[in-house]
């Protein structure tokens, strides 16, 4: 009886929903160096790590897109390295019915939620498998570096559309 109620959705003018969908999540490349093992478990000092993140992001079909995630991190003492951990974490997401704004931004935030969990637990294994003390990456706000980037990008666009100004 409650079917009775509910209008017919063909033919109506009702914009279309949008859908976001995990379709994989894999490891594209990784890899762990200690060049310093087995002299390297005798150093004392404080370890200075270095984190860099970076997002390739392509186009698999009209609404299907590959995100990889990297995460590089070192660790040294002093001049030595002790480690070095490179992770690819990647994923396939369906994303349908997105406005390119909002395509954007997931693509820029969202995805990379999902695959840094992966990435983060990944990262911790293997510098444990190593011989090292356990390593947990802080959580990141993705979305802040997506604002970063997009006010970058208003920069770029701002100084190469201004006038070239010059001495007459």
């Known amino acids: 009886m409650a079917d009775e109620n509910t209008p017919a959705v063909a033919g109506t003018d009702a914009a279309p929903q949008a859908q976001f ?4 999540i894999y490891v594209k490349d990784l890899s762990f160096e200690a060049p310093g093992t087995p002299m390297v478990f005798n150093e004392q000092g404080n370890p200075d790590l270095n984190l860099n993140l970076n997002q390739k992001v392509g186009r698999l079909a009209d609404d299907v897109f590959e995100v ?4 590089n991190l070192s660790c040294k003492l002093g001049d030595k ?8 974490q990647a994923g396939i997401f369906g994303l349908a019915g997105f406005d390119e704004r909002n395509l954007d931004f997931m693509l820029g935030t969202y995805c990379p939620n999902v695959l840094f969990p992966y990435a983060r637990q990944l990262a911790s294994e293997l510098i444990q498998a190593g011989g090292f ?5 802080q959580p990141i ?3 802040a ?3 970063e980037s997009l006010r970058r990008r ?9 006038p070239a100004v ?3």
């Not at 969908?21 to 994989?24: C, D, F, G, L, Y």
């Not at 390295?81 to 690819?88: G, Q, S």
């Not at 003390?133 to 990456?137: C, I, R, T, V």
Request: proline share 5%; charged share 15%.
């Open 68 to 71: 990889v995630l990297g995460i």
């Open 21 to 24: 969908t995990i379709q994989k």
């Open 154 to 162: 208003a920069e770029q666009l701002k100084s190469a559309s201004a």
């Open 166 to 168: 010059g001495n007459a």
């Open 145 to 147: 570096i997506y604002a």
């Open 141 to 143: 706000n993705f979305e």
């Open 81 to 88: 390295t002790v480690y070095i951990v490179e992770i690819e």
């Open 133 to 137: 003390p356990p390593f947990y990456l």
